[in-house]
């Protein structure tokens, strides 16, 4: 099982919806990331946390520590925000990576 | 202020080969590290370098190494090339353990 899991894998959306994008995990962490990868292969860094919750525009990401649970909502979806979404924790010792949403937002 | 540089941003290797890949961090962090990412594996830690000093290493084998040099700007290396070492090869830098702000890659492929 993978220390760090995401979901959905793939998301379609109209624009204008909202979305919500899980990450749960299950080792100890310091914090937190949320990464926007668009197609190129460049990586946006969202967010970083390591408790309760952080907005920047239409992005909010929400994290429970307790539950080892964050979610990454996207407020009035636009085409734009099509990207892959990667939740990443920091441990001691590394960084960890889940597998990706792939998100596609239609006009 | 400059982003995180990363050259070459593609490089074709024969096996067998070596390769050195460059990471120029924003200025003002001390912290860089590496990643991998393949479309099998998604993305992996390498490494970590904070004041020249590697601070952490992902499970990788010993023909993946790096350096960070006194400016911060570092440089991993791969020896003896395998076709399974092509990917894009991902460089964050950072004030500390703060966000990490990501180069473009370089893609190595191994024919």
């Known amino acids: 099982k993978n220390e760090v899991e995401q979901s959905p894998q793939n998301l379609t959306a109209q624009e204008g919806e909202f979305i919500t994008i899980n990450c749960s995990y299950s080792v100890g962490i310091s914090a937190l990331h949320w990464l926007q990868q668009h197609p190129g292969g460049g990586i946006v860094s969202l967010f970083m946390l390591s408790s309760g919750k952080k907005k920047h525009g239409r992005l909010i990401a929400t994290i429970n520590i307790q539950e080892k649970h964050s979610s990454l909502h996207i407020t009035a979806s636009h085409p734009r925000d099509s990207a892959v979404y990667i939740c990443a924790v920091r441990s001691v010792n590394d960084m960890r990576f889940g597998a990706g949403t792939r998100l596609t937002v239609k006009p | 202020k400059a982003g995180v540089t990363q050259t070459p941003r593609y490089l074709i290797k024969t096996r067998g080969q070596q390769v050195t890949l460059s990471c120029s961090p924003i200025?003002?962090?001390?912290?860089v590290s590496w990643y991998q990412q393949t479309p099998g594996q998604g993305l992996q830690f390498l490494f970590e370098y904070f004041s020249e000093t590697q601070r952490n290493k992902g499970n990788f084998p010993g023909r993946f190494s790096g350096r960070q040099f006194s400016n911060s700007r570092s440089e991993m290396n791969v020896s003896t090339l395998e076709l399974g070492d092509s990917a894009l090869y991902l460089c964050a830098s950072s004030i500390g353990q703060g966000a990490a702000f990501f180069g473009q890659g370089t893609r190595l492929t191994v024919v």
């Open positions: 200025s003002g962090h001390r912290s």
